[in-house]
């Protein structure tokens, strides 16, 4: 069966792939599917994919969070997996370091930082890490006796790891290191960089540079300890690393702290071997240390390495890099996945519509815009095999124009609206009614008095998302607010609960007018949704129920507003079929000039 299992999915870890996964079903049941990818290092589609070879077979509940079923737990007895011993440290949760409460402060001020600095670029394999793995980062450094003094060395700095030291040193009353320095492709993200550390107190130097170039002579040994966060390909483990030790001052026990993605054992391998290649030993080793706000497919985590320099240490990579370095780069073949939904089958990777399954995740599928997908056979992108017709079919020619009609070049200086589209349908009965069950146990109501402390605390919430430090984010504040507009009216207010429970969803959608040109629209001004193990399915069914209420009261035009820095937000308009239409722009002037 754990063979069968593990061929069904083309698991490469085997049946002891399977047995990780069972084990971790049995040790934290009920468990996400997210839960169970940080448990074990699998990917989570192939979680996902094992879990449901498991639901079929019997072994684990269809229901969700994940349980075993009395046939998949005495299976577990049978295979000697039954004893449950969980060691793993309930402060620290397996990290190995805390953040003292004098730090609070500095993962405040970081988190702001993040919600106005550059948006991650998901073709160069960033994926940026939370504002308390910075300040852990900090932190091991720390530990480590790196710093404080010295000089680092920064091999790209997506993460703003550079800005995460100046504000820790700012927070403790000092620099905390004599220098950074940090090397990155990207002008926006050392412009933003420059333009926050100027006012912390650390001397921060930033280099413009393409790291498949040797580094500039000038940055040559010059360094005391290097930290970088690279492409998550052996290739680019290699080269960020090289570039690393070129940094570096000459002799052993320098130190280089190295954050990588998890992979498969034939991988991680090739990384094994391109650090003893470099002459760098392990010094330490910690699973799960960085969380990540994206990077789904990997569970959000990845691992962080302490590794020092040796007398054999040299680089591996003196010249130009020219291979391929990003995960994008190496995909050379397609892989099918299958609408669990509808048994579509889409293609995704090199020469298809959707090139990553996140993307085809966010837009959904083509025959039925729902999902999940299972991953499937993998096939060369030049497989003449047809692909579904929805898939990749040209759009057809409207039915009042011939097929073969030129297309109209407007003049240059014209600007024409964009045409109307209709994004969104009212689901079919059966549509509709599969989008109850995912939601299930919970159901959708009319909002009420007695739900203004949960509506206070989601409306918290959303304004931390979107202002960051400068949210109003007082629940009780909210929820004051929150009832006199009730008193006003509660149409278009909905909440989302069990049976029994207070709220796990919010919806709020009004009914306003154009005081210009008198028409009717629909202001869709609040969704939040508890972290339950259904969240997506909730949030669409919070947000189905409000745009039926547009219906139902003849409105044709829904307006929504968005922070730019909302991700998921932003996502979720996406998939329903808003289309953006305006954009909002700030600029701060200095006070002395008032």
Known sequence: MLTEVADAVRLQEGPPGVRSVLRALRRLAPASTKDLSRATGLPVPIVAALGNELRRRGLVTKERPSRLTEAGSDLVAELGMDLTLDATCDTCDGRELVIPDVLDEAVRRLRALMESGPAADMAIDQSHCTAETKVRRVLALLTAGALPGGSLLLIGDDDLVSLAVAVVGDVLGGPIVERVTVVDISSEILDYIQKVSAGLGTRVETVQHDLRLPLPAELHGQHDVAMTDPP??????????????EGLRAGPAHSVFFSFGGKSPDEMLEVQREIMGLGLVTNGYIRNFNEYEGSGILGGVGFFQHLLTTTSTAPSHKGEFSGPLYTGDKRTRQREYTCVACEARVRVGPGARWTSVAALREDGCPTCGKGPFRPGRLVPAEDPTPPTPTEQSPTPAPASAPASAPAQKAPAAAVSPAPRTHGWHRPADAERAALAERARPYVTRQADERDLPAIGRFEAEIARVSFGEDAIDDPERWAARLGRAMEKSKEGMIVAHGPGEEPVGWCWVSINQNAMTGDRYANFRSLAVSPVDNRSDVAELLLTAGLEFCLANGITEVVGR???????????????GFDPTSLSMKLFLPEEER
């Open 562 to 576: 968005v922070h730019v820095g909302n991700v998921p937000m932003r996502t979720v308009y996406r998939k329903f």
């Open 232 to 245: 998550y390909t052996p290739e680019g483990a290699r080269l960020f690393l090289s570039r690393a030790v």
